[in-house]
């Protein structure tokens, strides 16, 4: 089958839906989405009706319920699954039965074995030591039992003592999280029962799953991604750069990404930043090279002050931020590069088609995550209608969002308050600071909540950190 | 003062509820025999174990869900033309009307006479860890609550918050959120029943045991 003779269920919403439809359509393929009833106003659905074919839009019970998800997939006739990035993206179990059912569907992402392999955090720890690649010291496996827990904080606040580190803390994850949900930190040992205890019954009320991670909190770093781009079967694998993603609520949630990761020309750093980032890069090609990797990905990284690199994790799906790489990147010289559309492409079992000398990176990108909430108290999100929102076309400015900009629009409670992502662009640090604060004081926003007062959103602290990006 | 006498009154005047049933999920569905004014029956057993009457099955990926009569009564429309097809989730596949049943009319009642602790935000609602394990071994009843007791986690895009209780001292007579159910704001999650009011809900609840008759 040729791969433009393929429809693709975009089994997710939002602003990732809108631009999963927009790059089928970009490579000429079907697409069909999917939507709850909370969801019924959001950008996807009104997209699908507008541009879908027959059958390119259906009423679901749940994005998270796998059997619905594929018995449209089937009365659709789709014959691949994107998973976006959240609910299945990550799963390898629903990505290994898409791929072996009676009627078998292509799965957009990693192999299942790969995502089982890498998915799992401990695995990618031990498989990355192999590889001398640095990781985080920290707990080898989900942890149950509060003793075990509890044994293991104590041997990292005594390990953070010895390093000489003045106020060691422990971080506590839900093992099944994901996306800065359920993590808190520990700055006392006798705390921690208590901790542990809060974040276990989070972790089971919104996962299902008790389990937690627990790790030394390493503070005082820039967080870095590498963007992995391979075609099936992980013969061509090249990279797409790398991200800084330090700027985060205090929920450890991204809020502003920039690419690429340093600019040695222009900040000071405490270490040779050029050279760390290409050390990161390779060490993050070394490992996608071990699996086979063999679609997108992201490899996470924290760097300290004094420029020691560790591998937290490696994300087997497209991430948020992906736009901001594509936007200072250009294949063979050409612009409007679109990892999406590459994911796609690639994987329906096209050929990468370019070598890693065909790319090039030019410029920086700054990508903010605009969002209902109010840094003020605590990141805690707003809800709410909108009733106006736009902002002024500018060549240098792409904006991704499900959220109507020509009628008002209620944020559904369900799910993350995520409005719209805007990606700018500018030739150096100056420029793109620059045209990032004239983008944010360009949007219109506002709305109001059920008692009627006004929308609260991050632009302020947007603005704020804008002046901040690259820097420790 | 409640005036239970007239609200009976009141309910008796337009005794039925209208339920439509709609696909929990999307699938084929496909229907009994189930007409038209045919009577379908709720759940039944000492421990309500027996399913109520069949009315439809949806079927997605070889799994098939049997819909049942959650309640008594009558059938008023079956989407007959939906028969073998493939349904979107909340289609709406049959009506059915039905008589209300003591525990709803108390329910009715109650939500009159109790004090009523709504949510303040759309939201969905927990108890917190130490209340929730009361409420599972010992019922709600077993609860007493006071002006600014902790009592609720509120979740919202996964985030939580701690919510108190204001209002009368008094125990829970009613809780009106399930596990993982959005509650618009200003719906009650919970009614408390302070000692004032024991008297005029235990005599609601006597006359609408003696005076409410169940429609076969």
Known sequence: ?472 | MLDVSKLLDEIQSAPYAELSIAAPHSGLVSFGELAPGGKVFGPSGPWKEKPGTLLAIIERERNKRPIYAAEKGEVMLVHEELAGTFVQAGTEIMRLRHFLSKEEVLSIILKKALHLFTAPERAKYYFIPAVDIKVKVSGPKAITVHDGMELFIMSRMKRETPLNYSGPEGVIYAVYFNHNQNMDAGQPLIGICPPDLVGAVEDAVMRVQTDWKEEE
């Open chain 1, 1 to 472: 089958m040729s791969t433009t003779a393929h429809k693709v269920l975009v089994a997710n919403r939002g602003e990732i839906a809108v631009r999963i439809v927009q790059a089928c359509r970009k490579l000429g393929l079907e697409f069909v989405c999917v939507y709850t009833a909370e969801d019924a106003a959001s950008g996807h659905v009104r997209l699908a009706r507008e541009l879908g074919g027959p059958k390119s839009l259906y009423r679901v019970a749940s994005y998270h319920d796998a059997n619905e998800i594929l018995s449209v997939a089937d009365e659709a006739e789709a014959t691949a699954v994107h998973p976006g990035y959240g609910f299945f993206a990550e799963d390898y179990r629903f990505a290994r039965r898409v791929s072996q059912r009676d009627r078998k569907l292509i799965f957009i992402g990693p192999s299942w074995r790969v995502i089982r392999e890498l998915g799992d955090k401990i695995n990618t720890k031990r498989l990355a030591r192999s590889l001398d690649v640095p990781t985080v010291p920290g707990s080898d496996r989900p942890i149950y039992d509060e003793m075990e827990a509890e044994r293991v904080a104590r041997s990292l606040f005594e390990f953070q003592i010895s390093q000489g580190i003045e106020s060691p803390l422990v971080l506590v994850k839900a093992s099944a999280g994901g996306g800065g949900m359920g993590i808190e930190e520990v700055h006392d040992p006798d705390l921690f029962r208590s901790v542990y205890r809060r974040v276990r019954n989070y972790a089971a009320r919104q996962f299902k799953d008790e389990g937690v991670l627990i790790e030394q909190r390493i503070r005082d770093f820039n967080h870095l991604e590498v963007q992995i781009v391979a075609e099936r079967g992980g013969a061509n694998i090249v990279h797409f750069g790398t991200r800084n993603c330090s700027i985060q609520s205090t929920g450890l949630q991204k809020r502003v990404e920039v690419a690429p990761g340093f600019d040695p020309g222009a900040v000071a750093y405490d270490f040779d930043a050029a050279k760390l980032l290409e050390d990161i890069t390779r060490h993050s090609l070394a490992l996608a090279r071990r699996v086979k990797y063999d679609n997108v990905g992201t490899w996470e990284w924290i760097v300290t002050r004094d420029g020691r690199p560790y591998l937290m994790e490696v994300n087997t799906r497209i991430q948020v931020e992906n736009g901001v790489s594509a936007a200072i990147a250009r294949i063979k010289g050409k612009q409007g590069v679109d990892l999406i559309a590459e994911q796609i492409r690639l994987g329906l079992g096209a050929p990468l088609g370019y070598t890693q000398e065909d790319i090039t990176f030019e410029g920086m990108g700054i990508e903010y995550r605009i969002i209902a909430e109010d840094p003020a108290n605590r990141f805690a999100p707003w809800v709410g209608r909108i009733e106006k929102f736009g902002w002024p076309s500018r060549e240098w400015l792409k904006m991704h969002t499900q959220v109507p900009t020509d009628e008002p629009y209620t944020i559904p409670t369900e799910f993350d308050p995520n409005l719209a992502l805007g990606i700018v662009w500018g030739k150096d640090i100056s420029e793109v600071r620059q045209r990032g604060l004239e983008f944010l004081d360009s949007l219109v926003l506002e709305g109001r909540n059920a008692t009627g007062d006004p929308l609260k959103s991050n632009i302020a602290f947007l603005r704020e950190k804008t002046n901040r990006i690259l820097l420790f």
